[in-house]
């Protein structure tokens, strides 16, 4: 089992910051990757950006997110941090943390981010 927690999050105009932070714990040994996805009202859950635990890090976006985004391990190799830039208001959703094993996913409960125009 992994367990995530997450933190940072909040209320922000539009062209401006947030910082994400993501930390696992228990079985962390299994992750394959970790990562933030998002969900706005009415939508379906979407992919904002995975960091792979590999020796290359490879990293993916989503399309809405290039070039504004950066995810990032934070302290430790179970930490992802998601720089936000240039935020707008259709970033506004509850951002969730995930963690990948071979088997199974993990979520963390969510962080609420709001965008105001």
């Known amino acids: 089992q992994v367990q995530l927690v997450e933190s940072g999050g909040g209320l922000v105009q539009a062209g401006g910051s947030l910082r994400l932070s993501c930390v696992a714990s228990g079985n962390t040994d299994s992750i394959i990757y970790m990562g933030w996805y998002r969900q706005a009202p009415g939508k379906e859950r979407e992919m904002v950006a995975i960091?792979?635990?590999?020796?290359?890090?490879?990293?993916r976006y989503g399309d809405s997110v290039k070039g504004r985004f950066v995810i990032s391990r934070g302290d430790t190799d179970n930490t992802r941090d998601l720089q936000m830039n240039n935020l707008r208001p259709e970033d506004t959703a509850v951002y969730y943390c995930?963690?990948?094993?071979?088997?199974?996913?993990?979520w963390g409960r969510g962080t609420q981010v709001t965008v105001s125009s």
């Open positions: 960091l792979y635990n590999n020796v290359d890090s490879d990293s």
């Open positions: 995930k963690a990948r094993s071979r088997n199974d996913s993990y």
